[in-house]
């Protein structure tokens, strides 16, 4: 007995001895910098976890981190970790020696890191929203991966690291003005260009369309392409175009519809940027053959990226000119810019591209011998396009003058109600109609009436006043666009027959 206990003296006399070395701390003190792109990240929180406890420190405006804490005497593994610019934590392992006093451990952010250049506009209905943030994902915000905002006009900019991440999906969301989130992703690649644009609050019967032209597997560039928007008559199969538009930053591109309506988009380069397309002078072009966008009633935006094929237009060795006349100015000449002149095939694809001169004179240059359509594309502005017929043996051929004026449209309907124009000065009605229209006038004047078919066809013109019908039983059923031409203003009615 007595051997026990000797040995249990002796173990309580070791465990006597070392509990006043178990109360001993020192102060230890951790330093480091860090940096992201190899500039120092100021506000960053740094963690720190050792001998089982945990604490937070923050880099300076040097990208510094320094604190001094009070640790155990004996030697251990502290733990130091920050967040990467991607949401991932990056942790440094320290080994602390017995009463050692400094520590460091510096970071480097997105060492490997690839990047893509976010772009957008965020909208409240149709007017720029300033001030929005966006937040920003790469996994389906199971973390958010940056904050950005709009300025005063509505847009943004940023570029963002992806860290390890060379291409994937980025999720960007904002809040709705009825408090939820409305959402929009993109799929990008090291060094892609994206755009992600928002409509805060849906415009009355309308939808926001965003997306981006792509050539291969690579953007657009801004002012290279041409985007038209096509609109499509459910009865006639006709389609006429409803808007234009150029690519912005990444071959971004953004148009407001009407619901309930089915457009087609086709797009047609400006400027060649790329050596992968053949070099072109107002013939080569591409467009887009996706399916017909169709717009139900949306919550509020779609998002529709448009290839370019690589089929154009061969070149020829014959030429069209021709002429632009501006009522405003009573044919002296363009009042306002020098607006785009499209050729147009019979199907209504665009072949061709060129800018007016000051004096209204345009021409095409290389084509081939064909049938086609010329519409100048100048907003604020109507036009009916004219159609030229170019034979082989002709080298040049002078195309009818184009006529355009500034207008007034009515807003559209398909009800049986009669439609009355912003000002009340007309009425149209019925829509659809059968054998005749019904015009009528708010004030006594005479007006020239023109029924003229979406391919810009003359059908029907005569002059009325005051109350009027307008018999049109030997117009067949399909969709035409009803002017009215008075002595102050145009009006334009688009109506269907049935």
Request: proline share 4%; aromatic share 12%.
């Amino acid at each position: 007995m007595s051997e026990v206990w000797f040995k249990k003296y002796l173990i309580g006399a070791f465990i006597a001895l070392l509990i006043p070395f178990a109360s001993v701390s020192s102060p230890l003190e951790i330093l480091g910098v860090v940096k992201e792109f190899n500039q120092k990240k100021v506000e960053t929180k740094v963690y720190i976890n050792y001998f089982g406890k945990d604490t937070v420190t923050y880099t300076d405006t040097k990208g510094l981190y320094d604190i001094i804490l009070d640790v155990p005497f004996n030697s251990g593994y502290i733990l130091i970790s920050t967040v990467d610019c991607i949401g991932d934590t990056i942790e440094n392992f320290a080994y602390y020696a017995t009463n050692q006093q400094l520590i460091v451990s510096d970071f480097e952010l997105c060492k490997s890191n690839f990047r893509t250049y976010l772009t957008g506009d965020v909208f409240y209905y149709k007017l720029p929203a300033r001030g929005v943030r966006i937040e920003l994902s790469l996994n389906k915000f199971r973390s958010i991966l940056e904050y950005v905002y709009t300025d005063s006009s509505g847009h943004f900019e940023a570029y963002m690291g992806t860290g390890t991440i060379r291409s994937g999906t980025m999720s960007a969301r904002v809040m709705d003005c009825t408090g939820r989130y409305i959402y929009s992703s993109a799929d990008f690649s090291d060094g892609d260009t994206l755009d992600l644009s928002f409509v805060k609050c849906k415009p009355p019967g309308e939808t926001l369309l965003t997306g981006q032209i792509s050539r291969g597997t690579n953007y657009a560039f801004k002012d290279e392409v041409k985007l038209l928007l096509y609109s499509l008559d459910r009865d006639s199969k006709e389609m006429y175009i409803a808007d234009s538009a150029t690519t912005k930053y990444g071959g971004a591109y953004k148009f407001f519809l009407s619901d309930y309506e089915s457009y087609l988009i086709k797009a047609m380069p400006m400027s060649n940027h790329s050596i992968m397309y053949p070099t072109y002078t107002n013939g080569s072009t591409f467009w887009d053959e996706d399916p017909v966008i169709k717009i139900v009633n949306l919550e509020g935006q779609i998002r529709k990226n448009v290839p370019m094929n690589l089929n154009y237009q061969g070149l020829g060795n014959q030429s069209i000119s021709g002429n632009i006349i501006n009522e405003s100015t009573q044919g002296k000449g363009l009042s306002r810019n020098q607006p785009a002149v499209l050729l147009l095939s019979v199907e209504k694809e665009p072949l061709a591209y060129t800018y007016a001169e000051p004096n209204g004179s345009y021409k095409f240059e290389k084509i081939t011998s064909g049938e086609y359509f010329i519409w100048v594309d100048d907003p604020g502005k109507r036009t009916i396009p004219v159609k030229v017929y170019l034979d082989r043996s002709t080298t040049n051929i002078e195309a009818e003058e184009i006529v355009v004026t500034d207008y007034r449209i009515a807003p559209r309907s398909t009800s049986q109600k009669e439609i009355v124009n912003s000002q009340n000065a007309v009425t149209f009605g019925p829509n659809p109609f059968v054998n005749f229209i019904r015009l009528n006038f708010k004030q006594e004047q005479p007006a020239e009436v023109q029924i003229i078919s979406m391919s810009g066809t003359l059908l029907k013109s005569e002059m009325l006043s005051n109350e009027n019908t307008l018999n049109t039983s030997d117009i067949p059923n399909g969709t035409y666009l009803i002017v009215v031409n008075t002595e102050d203003e145009i009006y334009i009615q688009r109506m269907i027959k049935n």
